[in-house]
């Protein structure tokens, strides 16, 4: 039983490239969530999915699109990178409906240049 | 604006002491809360939630909710080193949590 598991651990991307993130989970939850971590800001969640083919933005949704692809993944992708998004990523997920616990995979650290 | 608002410290407590961790909320809608750990370079970790004014312990831990004063706390008895990390207070509103920026906890031996 891995958890929630995440890919890659570090990228490096110059401006204006784009890349996917990817998520998984192995515990069966309805409900995935992509937040960001930034010093001294703790973490802001930019896109949640509620359920399998359903999502909606979060508190800092621009820049960013996710794909719900099913139940176990939820994927984010970065269409033009910029130096602002150079953050670490954190992947989510809960059984919403009952407890509302959140459990998050290792992270992606991720630098623009 | 629904703010988690967190003392970021570093808050330093001797090994085997009590050490308090304080959080204010401003979603009155937050039905849910938790605490959670974060060592330097890690995911943050579940260490308790509570979802009813009042107390909550687990083991050396106890939570703490007072929705009157929009207050959550967390007690951590007789501390320990491995207990040093960042603490994140977060509230859940409707698939919306949200986290304090965390108190750094340091414990001394």
């Known amino acids: 039983n891995a958890g929630v598991t995440q890919t890659p651990k570090f990228q490096v991307l110059k401006t204006g490239q784009s890349m996917t993130l990817q998520c998984a989970q192995d515990m069966n939850h309805n409900s995935m969530y992509w937040y960001r971590q930034d010093p001294g800001m703790g973490l802001r969640l930019i896109y949640y999915?509620?359920?399998?083919?359903?999502?909606d933005k979060g508190e800092v949704p621009n820049g960013y699109n996710v794909s719900r692809l099913n139940k176990r993944e939820f994927s984010l992708r970065l269409e033009s990178a910029a130096p602002s998004q150079t953050s670490v990523y954190f992947c989510?997920?809960?059984?919403?409906?009952?407890?509302?616990?959140?459990?998050f995979g290792p992270g992606t650290r991720l630098t623009v240049t | 604006q629904k703010e988690v608002e967190q003392n970021s410290g570093p808050l330093s407590v001797p090994e085997g002491a009590i050490a308090s961790l304080n959080c204010t909320y401003s979603d009155r809608g937050s039905q849910s809360f938790f605490w959670y750990r974060q060592y330097s370079g890690k995911s943050p970790e579940l260490i308790m939630s509570i979802y009813s004014n009042g107390d909550k312990e687990d083991g050396r831990f106890t939570a703490q909710l007072n929705k009157a004063s929009q207050y959550v706390s967390l007690l951590i008895r007789d501390s320990q080193p491995s207990d040093s990390a960042t603490y994140l207070c977060?509230?859940?509103?409707?698939?919306?949590?949200?986290f304090g920026a965390g108190t750094r906890l340091t414990v001394k031996p």
């Open positions: 989510a997920s809960s059984e919403t409906g009952t407890s509302y616990e959140q459990y």
């Open positions: 999915s509620a359920s399998e083919g359903t999502t």
């Open positions: 977060a509230g859940y509103n409707n698939n919306d949590m949200r």
